[in-house]
């Protein structure tokens, strides 16, 4: 017999390379899914979208079309026309099979032998479709459990990818050991982590359930090829029904009767005499066309030719219906849910009324992929067997991003709607509780009679340092003991507590978190701070050139508002006139972001002071005056100090200059001028951007006047003084030398702070050298300093390099201030 002579471009061929374009394309969409969705990649749910079984389920569970799902029917209608080629040349989870299947090739019994008896009667799967349609309409949504499009994500995301990426970082740390390949393997692991997209090695619970389903079905391959989707697929039973009366079908003339087709069918679908095919088992796989020796099998259109049906019987039927009524209902056994008792597990944001949720959810699984922190797993039994591999966060493993909103924008069946990031921020799918028996600090203030020079290590605040809620879902209740002994105790502020978790995440307890978050249902919005208003008030554009205003202006008020803000670094600022900061976000298309904080403050001068205890840099020409740092600017103008802060270093100063610009531009016009005690500093040698002005000593504080420590407030500094700090350059290359300025109430408030500030002097063993109202001290590492009382003022010199200069920069200023 002449050997027929094969086309590289068979059909055969053809449906290999497709399976395998279709199998990498899922892999692709599904590896770099976080990305895809970030820039809204429309295609990214095309595979999950193409499943008529779970649009179907989703439509019935939404009492409308799910439109997402349209690809879906457009598989039905070419499978009315072409058969069930998705199967063959599409479905991920068949080429998965497939590939599994040829690894059992060598172990697998014949499918003819008597040895085993495994049910092969294509029915199985008609009545498991029956099952799953009958549970829609008694409102139970199990679809997804068997979907192939869902089980294949979960068998790639949660097993599969998971695995390959814990398996390459233990074999290149153990190559890393060794020190000639160890640095080689460094960039090749690093290029491996690229390639599979790896932020994070990824864990997931309850994987081993899956792994061990997994296993199961591909085992059926020791006995026969393709057996879930012979036997147990419902969306196959559900394009078998659609294919019966295709156009393309097989077909067979001129037969010799070999058997070869019917021996090398995976899905053992030809009759013995190789002519006949069972109804809708067809996949247009091609086996059949290449192993027949005399050219006899076509794959084309025509009549419907002979099939040999699948026998359905009443019985069947009517049992599948009886077990879906009496099973059915027992899967919505929930108690947690129903009871409503707490401890109820937590839904990603965004998503619907936990009965609807159960009702969309497809279990695909794609949303714990896409899960920045690795927060989100699949339930097993924790929400009722209902709910089994529907995704739950687990903080103790992973928060929920305050940034992110990728799981809400890749659900495919609208179990999770879509948020903007400023309405994400504000939903909240659980509240925070804290266990006082637990809590490091509850648990040192219960025994704080017992402690003794261990108390402060009790003041834990880890989980308010973390809080991403900009007025704090975590405050302090500060309890003070009779020996001053300060006990701070934090309590969750469940207004604005939107159950991130990452309390819980970051919490230093042991075992079990000493705050727990608990899900709640229906997710609601957190209402705002009272000290925090949202509104643009007119100050800031809704957009400037390529930024936009990312969200509402927040607007803290008066001292509680800036502590909600800033907490414990609100003190220097409150030390000025403090009034509001109101602060808003700039987005760019490119995903850089810039900070914009406008502070008010009762007076210029307190404004003044606020922008030079932040600036730093070089002095830039912007409202009344303003300094640069790399792309952080500072800029102070009359009554308000603007404070700009890119996200990224990628953001250049003109271009936030163009924000400043166009912020400033909607403060009053006018100029001010600085405060006038800076009027009587000397100019020569003046290092500008370097002076601070203020009023308190909590910024004299910050400010290194001198090598020794001054603990208590010799100064005598307060909010009815008005002191100065400015930095000189005498001489290239030598040390820069401070003075000081204060001007007090009254003179006798300035005569004392220059007594205490010479009896302290002394008591680090410096001795006067100039005697009388300007004394003259050298240090012990030899420079000097000066100390001068003329009326109201203090004038003060520190670390200069010479006796000279500090004497004749002192007598610079007593002949400017005057004697009043």
Same mark, same amino acid.
């Given at each position: 017999?002449?050997?027929?002579?094969?086309?590289?471009?068979?059909?055969?061929? +053809?449906?290999?390379?497709?399976?395998?374009?279709?199998?990498?394309?899922?892999?692709?969409? %599904?590896?770099?899914?976080?990305?895809?969705?970030?820039?809204?990649?429309?295609?990214?749910?095309?595979?999950?979208?193409?499943?008529? @079984?779970?649009?179907l389920g989703a439509s019935i569970a939404a009492k409308e079309l799910v439109t997402p799902y349209w690809p879906a029917l457009v598989l039905v209608a070419m499978t009315l026309f072409m058969g069930r080629f998705f199967c063959g040349w599409v479905c991920p989870f068949g080429a998965t099979i497939d590939l599994t299947d040829k690894l059992?090739?060598?172990?697998?019994s014949s499918e003819t032998s008597t040895g085993w008896k495994l049910y092969d009667g294509r029915r199985l799967k008609y009545y498991l479709l029956a099952f799953l349609l009958l549970s829609l309409f008694l409102s139970r949504q199990i679809v997804g459990w068997f979907d192939p499009l869902s089980l294949a994500t979960n068998t790639y995301s949660i097993l599969i990818h998971p695995y390959i990426v814990a398996l390459l970082a233990g074999v290149f740390d153990f190559l890393q050991g060794f020190p000639i390949i160890g640095p080689l393997t460094v960039p090749v692991h690093e290029y491996s982590d690229k390639i599979l997209f790896?932020?994070? /090695?990824?864990?997931?619970? =309850?994987?081993?359930?899956?792994?061990?389903?997994?296993l199961g079905i591909i085992s059926f391959g020791l006995v026969f090829r393709r057996y879930w989707c012979r036997n147990l697929c419902p969306l196959g039973a559900m394009l078998a029904l659609a294919s019966i009366g295709a156009y393309i079908q097989r077909r067979v003339k001129d037969c010799e009767v070999c058997g070869l087709c019917q021996k090398g069918c995976r899905m053992g679908c030809i009759t013995e005499e190789g002519r006949a095919t069972q109804a809708g088992e067809c996949i247009l796989c091609m086996d059949c066309q290449e192993v027949c020796p005399s050219d006899a099998i076509r794959f084309r259109g025509g009549l419907v030719p002979k099939l040999q049906e699948v026998d359905l019987s009443k019985r069947g039927l009517v049992t599948t219906c009886l077990a879906s009524v009496v099973a059915v209902p027992m899967l919505g056994y929930n108690f947690p849910w129903r009871s409503g008792k707490g401890h109820g597990v937590i839904r990603p944001p965004g998503s619907v009324d936990e009965g609807e949720f159960l009702a969309r959810c497809i279990s695909c699984g794609e949303c714990m992929k896409v899960c920045k922190t690795n927060g989100l797993h699949p339930t097993l039994v924790e929400a009722g067997l209902e709910a089994a591999w529907t995704p739950r966060l687990i903080p103790r493993i992973g928060h929920c991003d305050y940034t992110c909103t990728l799981c809400s924008h890749v659900c495919p069946s609208g179990a999770i709607k879509p948020l903007e990031l400023p309405k994400k921020q504000r939903t909240a799918i659980g509240k925070a509780r804290i266990d006082q028996?637990?809590?490091? !600090?509850?648990v040192g203030y219960a025994g704080l009679p017992a402690l003794n020079k261990d108390w402060h290590d009790v003041n834990c605040g880890v989980c308010e340092e973390v809080c991403p809620v900009p007025t704090k879902a975590i405050h302090f209740n500060t309890y003070t003991d009779e020996t001053g002994r300060e006990i701070r105790r934090p309590f969750v502020r469940e207004e604005v507590c939107n159950g991130c978790g990452f309390c819980e995440y970051v919490c230093p307890v042991v075992g079990r978190s000493a705050i727990v978050v608990e899900g709640m249902q229906p997710q609601l919005l957190v209402k705002f701070e009272e000290s925090a208003e949202s509104g643009n008030g007119g100050v800031f554009p809704e957009v400037i050139g390529e930024w936009t205003l990312l969200a509402s202006p927040l607007v803290y008020t008066g001292e509680n508002g800036l502590y909600e803000y800033i907490d414990g670094a609100a003190e220097p600022? %409150?030390?000025?006139?403090?009034?509001?900061?109101?602060?808003?976000?700039? #987005?760019?298309?490119? #995903?850089?972001?810039?900070?914009?904080e406008l502070w008010t403050f009762a007076k210029d001068d307190d404004a003044f002071g606020a922008y030079t205890y932040d600036r730093s840099g070089n002095v830039y020409d912007l409202g009344d005056e303003a300094s640069v740092f790399e792309n952080y600017v500072w800029v102070w103008k009359g009554r308000n100090y603007v404070r700009f802060e890119p996200s990224v270093i990628g953001v250049s100063p003109d271009e936030v200059r163009v924000i400043a610009e166009a912020v400033l531009d909607k403060l009053p016009s006018g100029r001010s001028v600085?405060?006038? *005690? @800076?009027?009587? +500093? !000397?100019?020569?040698?003046? %290092? /500008?951007?370097?002076?601070?002005?203020?009023?308190?000593?909590?910024?004299?504080? =910050?400010?290194?006047?001198?090598?020794?420590?001054?603990? /208590? =407030?010799?100064?005598? *500094?307060?909010?009815?003084?008005?002191?100065?700090?400015?930095?000189?350059? %005498?001489?290239?290359?030598?040390?820069?030398?401070?003075?000081?300025?204060?001007?007090?109430?009254?003179?006798d408030n300035a005569s004392k702070a220059w007594k205490n500030l010479i009896e302290l002097k002394k008591s680090w063993g410096e001795s006067p050298l100039l005697e009388g109202t300007l004394q003259c001290f050298e240090d012990k590492s030899g420079r000097y300093s000066t100390v001068y009382n003329k009326g109201r003022f203090l004038v003060a010199t520190f670390l200069a390099p010479d006796r000279i200069s500090a004497e004749n920069y002192t007598r610079a200023i007593a002949a400017e201030i005057p004697s009043g």
């Open positions: 017999m002449l050997q027929k002579k094969k086309s590289l471009f068979r059909a055969y061929n +053809l449906r290999k390379w497709s399976q395998a374009l279709s199998l990498t394309a899922f892999l692709v969409l %599904l590896i770099y899914l976080d990305p895809l969705t970030t820039t809204d990649f429309s295609a990214r749910n095309i595979f999950l979208h193409l499943s008529p @079984l779970s649009g059992f090739k060598r172990k697998r790896v932020e994070r /090695e990824p864990f997931y619970r =309850n994987h081993t359930a899956f792994l061990l389903i997994f028996s637990r809590c490091i !600090p509850w600022y %409150l030390s000025y006139s403090y009034r509001q900061v109101a602060v808003a976000r700039y #987005g760019d298309v490119h #995903g850089r972001e810039a900070l914009v600085r405060p006038t *005690l @800076l009027n009587y +500093l !000397p100019a020569g040698g003046l %290092l /500008e951007g370097r002076t601070k002005f203020f009023h308190d000593r909590i910024v004299l504080d =910050n400010i290194s006047i001198s090598d020794e420590v001054i603990e /208590e =407030n010799v100064f005598g *500094l307060g909010k009815e003084t008005d002191a100065v700090v400015a930095e000189y350059m %005498l001489k290239e290359g030598q040390p820069s030398m401070k003075l000081m300025l204060v001007k007090y109430p009254g003179a």
